[in-house]
């Protein structure tokens, strides 16, 4: 079964410190989504791609986030410098673009910031 | 950001009970989704609804999109153990549009 594939799954890093995260999609799917999870709460878009444009990066604290997805097919997103209101769970979504659109979400990486 | 209303916060059921929850939103959405995430994973799709008045079953479960457009249920019949874990709402407005999620209902079981 076709699964959305993030990595690393935990990560530890001091403030101040640049961290990244990597997400491949189901194969074939055009929009991509990075989302961040605070505990307790639901996710929250941070950006969306469709192919390798930015559709929405309207919640992407820019001055210390950024995202990629070069070829339209895995994606990164980093932080820098990480902040400790940044420990969070970043959650990877992909849909096929077309459709019903439904959203699958990777398994995603959970950041501590000391 | 804004987040739909969940209702119940969290619910202790014994293994056996049916289960019913909701989610509300003062906007109208054109698309509800409910996910199930359990502690440490990311969340897992149950139900998609696209129809307003559309209930559509996976299982034991079965969902229900509001005539309002303005709402969403969820429902499990005859609960079991792998159950456990948190219930999240999802609307979207238009296709290729970002999620917007319930505050999330945490089910647990009482042996």
């Known amino acids: 079964e076709a699964e959305v594939a993030q990595s690393p799954r935990y990560k530890i890093t001091e403030k101040s410190q640049a961290v990244a995260f990597w997400c491949d999609p189901i194969?074939?799917?055009?929009?991509l989504y990075w989302y961040r999870q605070i505990l307790g709460q639901g996710p929250e878009l941070l950006v969306q791609?469709?192919?390798?444009?930015?559709?929405?990066d309207s919640q992407l604290p820019k001055d210390r986030f950024s995202a990629e997805r070069l070829k339209g097919v895995d994606s990164t997103l980093k932080i820098q410098p990480a902040e400790l209101g940044d420990s969070a769970m970043y959650l990877c979504?992909?849909?096929?673009?077309?459709?019903?659109?439904?959203?699958?979400f990777g398994p995603g990486t959970r950041l501590t910031v000391l | 950001g804004q987040q739909l209303n969940q209702s119940p916060q969290s619910m202790f059921i014994q293994e056996g009970e049916d289960v019913s929850m909701n989610c509300t939103s003062s906007?109208?959405?054109?698309?509800w989704l409910w996910y199930k995430q359990e502690p440490g994973e990311g969340p897992v799709l149950l139900i998609a609804?696209?129809?307003?008045?559309e209930l559509t079953s996976n299982g034991r479960l079965t969902a229900q999109f509001g005539i309002t457009r303005k709402d969403s249920f969820l429902n499990i019949s005859a609960s079991i153990p792998s159950d456990v874990g948190i219930y999240f709402c999802?609307?979207?407005?238009?296709?290729?549009?970002?999620?917007?999620f319930g505050t999330g209902t945490r089910l647990t079981i009482i042996p």
């Open positions: 979504a992909s849909s096929s673009g077309t459709g019903d659109n439904e959203q699958f």
């Open positions: 194969s074939g799917h055009a929009t």
């Open positions: 791609f469709q192919d390798e444009s930015v559709v929405d």
């Open positions: 906007s109208i959405f054109n698309t």
């Open positions: 609804l696209y129809k307003a008045g």
């Open positions: 999802a609307g979207q407005r238009f296709g290729n549009e970002k999620l917007t």
